[in-house]
């Protein structure tokens, strides 16, 4: 189980902290990521973490505003969101895979097999 916190209304412009923690302790999450849904659309990717390897992954709308951090030993994540725009508004999930999950893939959601219920972003003009 996984559990965000941190969604809330802000200014065009403002930031919001995204915070997830997994429950599950027993074994480490190789992949964690963020996806966001806005009404009437499919859940797309955001951002995501390779934990092996270091890496991380940005979608090309939020690069350079966003940053994906956190604690592979503790299975959390976070993403710092700056310059937001209110085409940022949307659901918010946190999601992570105990496979290490390819760079080409990492935008696949069907990939993951753990998520969170997730947390509204809204972003007024």
């Known amino acids: 189980q996984l559990v965000e916190s941190g969604g809330g209304l802000v200014q065009a412009g403002g930031s919001l902290r995204l915070s997830c923690a997994a429950s599950?302790?027993?074994?480490?999450?190789?992949?964690m990521a963020w996806f966001r849904q806005a009404p009437g659309n499919a859940r797309e990717f955001v951002a995501a973490?390779?934990?092996?390897?270091?890496?991380?992954h940005y979608a090309e709308s939020v690069k350079g505003r966003f940053t994906i951090s956190g604690d592979n030993a503790q299975n959390t994540v976070t993403l710092q969101m700056n310059s937001l725009k209110p085409e940022d508004t949307a659901v918010y999930y946190c999601?992570?895979?105990?496979?290490?999950?390819?760079?080409?893939?990492?935008?696949?959601?069907?990939?993951?097999?753990?998520w969170g219920r997730g947390t509204q972003v809204t972003v007024s003009s």
């Open positions: 999601a992570a895979s105990r496979s290490r999950v390819i760079v080409s893939a990492v935008r696949l959601p069907t990939l993951y097999g753990f």
């Open positions: 599950e302790r027993t074994f480490r999450m190789l992949t």
């Open positions: 973490v390779r934990w092996s390897g270091s890496s991380t």
